[in-house]
Structures are given as C-alpha cells and as structure tokens.
C-alpha cells in the first residue's frame, strides 16, 4: 500500500540540540511504520541555541529534508548585547536582574518581530512550497512552532489550497507562555498577536497541544484541540550502555536541561543547605548534578552557600549523554514556571525522566499537569514554589530509601507515553 505523504514544517532539525527538535524527529522516525511518509522543510541556515549531532543518527535514512535560506535578526541583537543568545531559547533575565540593554532588546523582540524573530522565513517559504505542493500532491501539512511565525506559514498555505489539511503543533502555547507578558508589548503588538494565535486556531483542520491543559484552553479559544504529550523512545535507552555504579557512589539529584530565572526552585535550595548543614550523612552522601545550561546567577548563588561543595556542573551534554547522566541519578529534578497559567506545561524531559524509573521531585503550581502525570505513574512529586517541610520530608525519605539499598520504586502506565505508541495516535488522527 502506498504511504500517504505529509510535509512537515520545522524549526528545529538536527543537528539542533534541546527538547524543541525531538517532538517532530521522533514522530518522522515511526510515522512510516503506519502508513505516513513524512517530508521534512527546515530552514538552510537556521540560528540554533544549542546543536547536537548525536540526534542525528535518530533521522531516517531515506527521509527527504528540502531547505530553503532565512533570514534572522539575531547576529544583529547579540552585537547589540551578548545576553540576547538566550532570546533564541526563549530565556530572559528578569527583575533586578536586567539591563538597559536588556529591556530594549525585549521590547524590539516583543514589538517589531511578530510573532517572533523567524517571521521573515514566512513569505519566501510559501512561495516555495506553493510550487512544492503541487508538483508533489501533498494533501497534509504540520506546523510546529515554537517559533509560532511557522504557523503563518500554515496559515497561508491554507487560504491557497482550501483542501489543504493543516495541523498546527503548539510544543508551547503562543500568548499563555510564561514570558509572553514579560516582553513589554504594546497595546497594538499584543492585540497583533492575539489575533494572528485566534486565526491560526480557527482555521488550522486540528491543533495539536502537547498538555492536557493546553488543549483546553485551545478548544475554548475556538480550535479543534487534541493533546498528544511528548515521549521517551524506548530505543534510546536499549541503546546506550550506562556505566556500572561504584560502592562510593553519592546519593545523586540531577538536573537535565535548561535551567533559567524564571524556574528557579529557591525553597529547594534551601531545603538542601539545611540538610546540609543539620544532618552530617546527608552531607557526607550528597551530590547534585547540573547537565545542561545553568542560569549564571542561579549558580552564583549556589556556589555561595553550603550546597557549593556538592556541586557537580557537567555542562551542556549530547542528548545520549544526558540520558546516561539521568540513569546513573537517584532522583530527578523538573521545575516549570510558579504562575497559574503555566500548569498546562509538561517538560518534554520528563518522559525520559519517566523512562529510568527513577523518582522525580518536581516544581511547579498547584494543579499541574505534571502533577497528574506523577500520580498516575508514581513516578514522584510535585511541589508548589512556596513549600517547605513537605519537600523535606520527600528528599529525607528519598535519602533513607538510598542507604537502605532500595531502588524499585514501582512506577507503572508509562508505556502511553512511548514515542511509537504516541506517532500511532498522531497517524489514528490523520486517518480520520
């Protein structure tokens, strides 16, 4: 039987490091396996945050990638103010933290580029694929953004071909991002954006959340919602040889990932110096592991108080390394933003997180998602930015369970959330 073909509009492609370029790669790697062969278009010359050809061996050998050139303003902003490489991952100092330079580079992020710094990829690209989808017979078409200027992409291809079936993937939401109200926005820009997200849901055939709460919020806005959450892919794991843990190993508690500002588990680290400095075991036994980006004024921080000496910072690590780093831990760390409107956001790494069968100890408001996801699973738990005593108590637990050499922690339903058993539920929807 013949595949049905689908283009697939991304971002992000290895050898693009981070969570943004995984979503897409591993649903392109299973997507033939039922019945779907996907074509991938990505920019020629893309600014990436972060690269990691390790993800590379994941693309599919005969997959077609077509590219075209963009152009960015980032070379441009980073002369302006080395701090605006963190734009590009959507990162900001914030508060005290923040210069003159800073602010103006966020309010000309905010204000001129919308929705964001790629918009300029918009028209050459549909001219391109005009031409694309009509030579090629392509009848489906994904979007994933962030950058959400690709959906306009979509947007436009729509309006041109009415037959056309778009799926708009939002891997984060558009105006209800944590930073959305931090990038000083006129009354005019925000109403900008807030119109363009409105058209992009009314007009995409289905959008495609990654949260529970995300799709709700979507389907009230007016968009034919479905939640498909992010995956561990189990031939990740099968893959990588993890190093056997010596006697002298220390009770690990590692964080994967970019950690920034604006999800910084302040009670943690308090909780932690007072372990340190109360309960000499702990202190004797305990480490914590930073493999990826560290906000530098995070880490000032640390490294000024009593937790500076069990500090071990690994830097940013190739994804294979990172899931060994995850492996060779005793417990997980996740944090998302403190505010309500972020509870709909689950960090893709928890999936992989999930996958070690590690516990995970996780920050975040009230009512998360992850919170959800913790309980059904037993893979942990989740703490709000205000708690004490309970997050004690769990680390002190956690701690006990180590010295006594107990490692199974039980965790169950994990299997939904495998990258092939997700592509089958992305391939049922196109079906239909």
């Known amino acids: 039987m013949e595949q049905k073909k689908i283009l697939i509009i991304t971002y992000y492609w290895p050898p693009a490091g981070g969570p943004g370029v995984q979503r897409w790669l591993k649903f392109a790697k299973y997507l033939p396996d039922f019945g779907w062969k996907p074509i991938i278009y990505t920019p020629e010359n893309p600014s990436y945050p972060l690269l990691d050809e390790s993800l590379m061996k994941d693309v599919p050998e005969n997959i077609e990638v077509i590219k075209t050139k963009i152009w960015e303003p980032y070379q441009l902003a980073e002369k302006l103010n080395k701090s605006n490489k963190k734009f590009k991952a959507g990162q900001f100092d914030v508060g005290k933290n923040q210069s003159w330079k800073s602010k103006l580079s966020i309010w000309i992020r ?5 929705p964001d710094a790629r ?14 989808l009509q030579e090629n017979q392509i009848e489906f078409v994904v979007t994933s953004g962030p950058p959400h200027s690709l959906h306009l992409i979509g947007l436009d291809l729509k309006t041109k071909f009415p037959h056309l079936k778009w799926i708009a993937d939002f891997r ?28 992009v849901f009314k007009h995409a055939d289905i959008t495609l959340a990654t949260s529970y709460t995300d799709a709700e919020n979507f389907r009230k806005a007016g968009a034919n919602a479905i939640c498909i959450t992010n995956g561990f892919d189990e031939t990740d794991s099968s893959r990588i040889k993890t190093p056997l843990k010596s006697e002298k190993t220390k009770f690990t508690l590692s964080y994967i990932g970019v950690l920034e500002q604006l999800r910084n588990p302040e ?14 075991t702990f202190a004797e036994n305990f480490i914590i592991k930073f493999a990826g980006r560290v906000d530098d004024k995070i880490l000032t921080t640390l490294e000024n108080s009593h937790i500076a000496n069990h500090i071990l910072n690994l830097g940013y690590l190739s994804h294979d390394k990172a899931l060994i780093e995850m492996q060779t831990s005793d417990m997980l760390l996740i944090t998302n933003f403190p505010n ?21 100890i996780s920050f975040g408001p009230h009512h998360a998602d992850v919170d959800v996801i913790l309980k059904e699973t037993k893979a942990g738990k989740h703490f ?21 050499g107990e490692n199974n922690q039980n965790i169950q339903n994990i299997e939904q959330f495998s990258r092939r058993n997700l592509t089958k539920k992305l391939a049922d929807i196109l079906n239909k």
Do not use: C
Not at 110 to 114: D, H
Not at 119 to 132: I, N
Not at 384 to 403: G, P, Q
């Open 110 to 114: 905010g204000n001129f580029f919308i």
């Open 119 to 132: 918009v300029f990829w918009v028209k050459p690209s549909v001219k391109f694929l005009e031409q694309y």
């Open 172 to 199: 984060d939401p558009w105006t209800e991002i944590s930073y959305y109200k931090h990038l000083k926005l006129t009354k005019s820009a925000d109403k900008k954006h807030r119109n363009l997200e409105l058209t």
């Open 267 to 280: 009670n943690l680290w308090k909780v932690l110096e007072e372990l340190i400095r109360t309960n000499s």
């Open 340 to 360: 309500e409107s972020s509870k709909g956001i689950i960090p893709g790494k928890i999936f992989e997180y999930l996958a070690t069968g590690k516990q995970i």
């Open 384 to 404: 709000n930015y205000n708690d004490f005593e309970t997050i004690k108590l769990f680390i002190v637990e956690m701690f006990e369970r180590w010295k006594q």
